[in-house]
């Protein structure tokens, strides 16, 4: 498709104010690739990594199939991780914002069954959701499929990965067979093009594949021996001084074990992976999109979810197994115009990985000299904020504003000392500079936002 204004596909005239108001003035390269068939109804099998755009892609389509007087699900939408699905019904949430009356439903673990077993009789369109949580609540007759007619996997590849493939096919036996199907992958390996041909009619195929351009983002290579790989951490960090990374892992002792080595040489870091508790896995990725710690050591499917527009670094710590995951990974970084930085450490038994590498991208690596790096001993890495949690969310009608009025109000901070302003259902996250937060502390012990009494606690 030559036209990339959205005003060239037949969208309601909200629907295309929304996407004005957004900013969103032409199709990303995945959007232009599946929206007029997702338009028509067709099926589709789309390969594309995060940040390109295909949130928006299959959050427009969907909305658009909505009748917002069926209080029924009409369209469900399949994420592997709780941080994934909170952030594409964030969007769906912007996408409908002058669409009267349209319901979003999270559906995911880690939280409380009940509130969102009352969601869901109370009638929504859309339900976002993990596919544990989403057949939990089907087999308890909560959840309603038969009337639905748009499936989204979204990150398909990393769902099997988990061990899904068998609680999704379960799902999608319940839903009608005349709904349409699209299926979106970071990674395109046998078992998706499997599943594909199982649960999709004729669907289109499109693969969309960023190359990352050396102007854009500087990737090398850092040959090691074996035993080397922390103080070649520590070496890269302070010769480079990033204002922050994410270093990838393969393992979760290995996630923890780096960032306690981190955090030992005054580099502040915070480990996320599936063990932990999904409270500590949210408050974890808050405080890194905040500032409040500047250095993120996960695994892949842990990092699913995370979009941040300015990551100066991408660390492999060690090389994936797959090519398309380290594309993948370091496509995370040199987003929204700004540059970004891709480093990976290799030791001679990662040769083979590097070669398939260099034939994925169709281009050979550049090596780095770790010898020839002019290292600052005292450089630390601290965040430049620090997060206060409040016991008050979305479901107390708690909105950025009233936390912001409360804070520069009778608070008497700066604006200027108030960092982002996180609302989930149950509670909010503020971050505020480090000089500010006895100030806010002290106020929220006593003060009220939006007119009750909240209480607020420190995270570390």
């Given at each position: 498709?030559?036209?990339?204004?959205?005003?060239?596909?037949?969208?309601?005239?909200?629907?295309l104010?929304?996407?004005?108001s957004?900013?969103?003035?032409?199709?990303?390269?995945i959007q232009?690739?599946?929206?007029?068939?997702?338009?028509?109804?067709?099926?589709v099998?789309?390969?594309?990594?995060?940040?390109?755009?295909k949130?928006?892609?299959?959050?427009?389509?969907?909305?658009?199939?909505?009748?917002?007087?069926?209080?029924?699900?009409?369209?469900?939408?399949?994420?592997?991780?709780?941080?994934?699905?909170?952030?594409?019904t964030?969007?769906?949430?912007?996408?409908?914002r002058?669409?009267p009356?349209?319901?979003?439903?999270?559906?995911?673990?880690?939280?409380?069954?009940?509130p969102?077993?009352?969601?869901?009789?109370h009638g929504?369109?859309?339900?976002?959701?993990t596919?544990?949580?989403?057949?939990?609540?089907?087999?308890?007759?909560c959840?309603?499929l038969?009337?639905?007619?748009?499936?989204?996997?979204?990150?398909a590849?990393?769902m099997?990965?988990m061990?899904?493939?068998?609680?999704?096919?379960?799902i999608?036996?319940q839903?009608?067979?005349?709904?349409?199907?699209?299926?979106?992958?970071?990674?395109?390996?046998d078992?998706?093009?499997?599943?594909?041909?199982?649960?999709?009619?004729?669907?289109?195929?499109?693969?969309?594949?960023?190359?990352?351009?050396?102007d854009?983002?500087?990737?090398?290579?850092?040959?090691?021996?074996k035993?080397?790989?922390?103080?070649?951490l520590?070496?890269?960090?302070?010769?480079?001084?990033p204002?922050?990374?994410?270093?990838?892992?393969?393992t979760?002792?290995?996630?923890?074990d780096?960032?306690?080595?981190?955090?030992s040489?005054?580099?502040?870091?915070?480990a996320?992976?599936?063990?932990?508790?999904?409270r500590d896995?949210d408050?974890?990725?808050?405080?890194f999109?905040?500032?409040?710690c500047p250095?993120l050591?996960?695994?892949?499917?842990?990092?699913?979810?995370l979009?941040?527009?300015?990551?100066?670094?991408?660390i492999?710590?060690?090389?994936p197994?797959?090519?398309?995951?380290?594309?993948?990974?370091?496509?995370r970084?040199?987003?929204?115009?700004?540059?970004?930085?891709?480093?990976?450490?290799?030791?001679?038994?990662?040769a083979?990985?590097?070669v398939?590498?260099?034939?994925y991208v169709?281009?050979?690596?550049h090596?780095g000299?770790?010898?020839?790096?002019?290292?600052?001993s005292?450089?630390?890495?601290q965040?430049?904020?620090?997060?206060?949690q409040l016991?008050?969310?979305?479901?107390?009608?708690?909105?950025?504003?009233d936390?912001?009025g409360?804070?520069?109000?009778?608070?008497?901070?700066?604006?200027?000392?108030?960092g982002k302003?996180?609302?989930?259902?149950?509670?909010?996250?503020?971050?505020?500079?480090h000089?500010?937060?006895?100030?806010a502390?002290?106020?929220l012990?006593?003060?009220?936002?939006?007119?009750?009494?909240v209480?607020?606690r420190q995270?570390?």
């Open positions: 498709m030559s036209d990339t204004a959205f005003s060239s596909l037949p969208l309601s005239q909200p629907q104010d929304a996407l004005t957004l900013g969103y003035d032409s199709m990303t390269a232009a690739e599946t929206l007029p068939w997702l338009l028509k109804g067709r099926d099998v789309a390969q594309a990594k995060t940040g390109s755009g949130t928006a892609a299959f959050g427009i389509s969907v909305l658009n199939s909505i009748n917002p007087r069926f209080f029924g699900v009409q369209a469900l939408i399949l994420s592997p991780t709780r941080e994934l699905a909170e952030q594409i964030s969007e769906l949430r912007k996408l409908a002058l669409m009356n349209i319901k979003v439903t999270t559906l995911c673990g880690g939280k409380p069954i009940g969102q077993i009352a969601s869901l009789e929504t369109h859309i339900v976002v959701g596919p544990g949580r989403v057949n939990d609540l089907h087999s308890k007759n959840l309603k038969d009337q639905l007619k748009v499936l989204i996997l979204d990150e590849d990393r099997l990965d061990g899904f493939a068998e609680v999704i096919h379960h999608i036996d839903t009608p067979e005349s709904r349409q199907t699209a299926l979106f992958s970071a990674t395109y390996p078992t998706i093009q499997q599943m594909s041909e199982s649960i999709q009619k004729s669907p289109v195929s499109v693969k969309v594949i960023s190359e990352h351009k050396q854009v983002i500087e990737q090398l290579f850092f040959d090691i021996n035993n080397e790989r922390d103080q070649a520590i070496k890269l960090i302070q010769h480079y001084k204002a922050n990374a994410v270093i990838f892992c393969h979760k002792k290995q996630c923890d780096v960032a306690q080595w981190l955090s040489q005054q580099i502040q870091a915070a996320i992976h599936g063990d932990l508790e999904q896995r408050q974890a990725l808050i405080r999109a905040n500032n409040s250095v050591v996960a695994t892949d499917v842990a990092a699913r979810g979009d941040i527009a300015a990551l100066e670094m991408v492999n710590y060690e090389l197994r797959d090519p398309e995951v380290y594309v993948h990974r370091i496509g970084t040199g987003r929204a115009g700004e540059k970004g930085m891709a480093i990976s450490i290799v030791t001679p038994a990662d083979p990985r590097v398939a590498i260099e034939n169709s281009e050979p690596v090596y000299n770790l010898s020839k790096l002019k290292t600052d005292g450089f630390t890495l965040g430049k904020m620090t997060t206060i016991d008050s969310g979305r479901k107390n009608k708690i909105r950025p504003g936390i912001l409360a804070l520069t109000g009778d608070a008497g901070l700066n604006g200027q000392q108030i302003i996180d609302i989930r259902d149950m509670s909010s996250y503020v971050a505020v500079e000089s500010a937060l006895r100030q502390m002290n106020y012990a006593k003060g009220k936002v939006k007119g009750r009494s209480r607020a995270i570390r």
